[in-house]
Each structure stands twice: as structure tokens, then as C-alpha cells.
């Protein structure tokens, strides 16, 4: 059973459009992160946010978390073909445990 | 160390052969996790230790997955009398912090 339910789960764009993959769970979190996983290497963490409405940004990569602290996004601004992969949220309860999505697979196009 | 390692990186086995699979965590770090990945799909917690008390195996598949951490440093994930359904990577990760967690390369292993 998925805690996070991630959406679309696949994606195939072209290099320059725009992209906003979703987090969302029924769950509140105490954190939330995300992180981009390439094939044959583990995920890497991208960012964590913590506060709910917070806004971070990371270069093209926007990330936001819901006020209620149960869901997020991650908006991608002119996509290029090196943010290709699998992203990944995911979320940290009170007790350390964190609960992965089913990720997104980003496929862009050169 | 400057990361999280995680030995071997491919492993091989044949039905019914017990494999241990290690993990070396960022030095200081207290959290340690297991996960296991299919293919294509997210990691599935399986344990989690805090030093070396394994605070949560409710993951664990069966009996025949077991997770050591005996000096609060490296763990070790054993699984037992394999089968193929146990193909999958393998992910270690630790934390510092309850905000985030820092993963390894991952085991392949493949039962044949």
C-alpha cells in the first residue's frame, strides 16, 4: 500500500516545456522530500521541505508543500534532457520513517 | 565516509542460497534504513535501526529477511534460502537528521 500517491507516472516531454509532478497522501507529514533517481544508482536527494505552504526553489526546479502538509509538487521549468529520470517524494513520519512514492518517470526529449 | 556504501553492488545467487548484503552509513549518522525496490517502482521500507536497536522491521517480508546493525555502525541485511521473488535492488540509506535521509548505490540481486 502507497502512502504517497505520485501523478503522472510517466512523463515524455520535450526539451524547453514546462512540467509539475504531484504528491499527494491522506497523511500529514512531518517532512517532505524529494529526490531524482537515475537507473543503476540510488535516489539523491534534492531537496526536504518542512513547513507547510513552503516554497523552495533549486535552480529550474520549484518545489512546494502543501498547507496541510499532505501533499507537494515539484514544477520543472524548461526542462532539458539531463533532468531525465525516476523523481521520487517522499515523506518522514514523527518516528523517522520514510514512506516513498511510486515516482514519476521523466523521459525529455532533446 | 563521504557517503553511504553499499556492498556488493551485483549479486548473483541461486534459489535457496542465503546472501548477506552490507551497508556502510555516513559516519555519525544514528538512522539506518533497508528498503527494496522493483523495478520501475518506488522503494518499500522494509527496517530501520536507531544505533544499533532496530526500532521498526515491520517490512520485512518474511522470516527469512533478517537486519543487523550490532555496533551502531554497519548493517548487515540477510536474507535466507532466497527466492526469485526476492530480485530486486536494495537500498541502504542514513540519517542524521529526521528531515532526510541519504541513499547508497543499492545491491542488485538477481535469484536464478
Known amino acids: 500500500t502507497q502512502l504517497l500517491e505520485q501523478s503522472p507516472q510517466f512523463l515524455s516531454i520535450q526539451e524547453g516545456e514546462n512540467l509539475t509532478v504531484y504528491c499527494n497522501s491522506s497523511?500529514?507529514?512531518?517532512?517532505l522530500q524529494w529526490y531524482r533517481q537515475e537507473p543503476g544508482e540510488g535516489p539523491v536527494l534534492l531537496v526536504t521541505v518542512v513547513t507547510g505552504g513552503e516554497v523552495k526553489k533549486l535552480k529550474r526546479l520549484t518545489f512546494q508543500f502543501g498547507d496541510a502538509r499532505k501533499d507537494s509538487s515539484l514544477h520543472i521549468t524548461a526542462a532539458q534532457p539531463g533532468d531525465t529520470g525516476l523523481y521520487l517524494c517522499?515523506?518522514?513520519?514523527?518516528?523517522?520513517?520514510?514512506?516513498f512514492g511510486s515516482g514519476t518517470k521523466l523521459n525529455v526529449k532533446p | 565516509g563521504a557517503g553511504v556504501s553499499q556492498s556488493p553492488r551485483y549479486k548473483v545467487a541461486k534459489r535457496g542460497q542465503d546472501v548477506a548484503l552490507r551497508c556502510d552509513p555516513i559516519?555519525?549518522?544514528?538512522?539506518l534504513f533497508w528498503y527494496q525496490q522493483a523495478l520501475g517502482q518506488g522503494p518499500e521500507f522494509l527496517t530501520y535501526?536507531?544505533?544499533?536497536?532496530?526500532?521498526?522491521k515491520s517490512g520485512l517480508p518474511s522470516d527469512r529477511f533478517f537486519a543487523e546493525r550490532p555496533e551502531g555502525s554497519v548493517s548487515t541485511l540477510k536474507i535466507q534460502r532466497t527466492q526469485q521473488e526476492d530480485s530486486a535492488v536494495y537500498l541502504c540509506?542514513?540519517?542524521?537528521?529526521?528531515?532526510?535521509?541519504?541513499f547508497g548505490q543499492g545491491t542488485r540481486l538477481t535469484v536464478v
Open positions: 559516519s555519525g549518522h544514528v538512522s
Open positions: 535501526f536507531q544505533n544499533e536497536a532496530q526500532l521498526d
Open positions: 517522499a515523506g518522514a513520519n514523527n518516528f523517522n520513517k520514510f514512506y
Open positions: 497523511s500529514v507529514f512531518s517532512s
Open positions: 540509506a542514513s540519517s542524521l537528521l529526521a528531515t532526510e535521509a541519504f
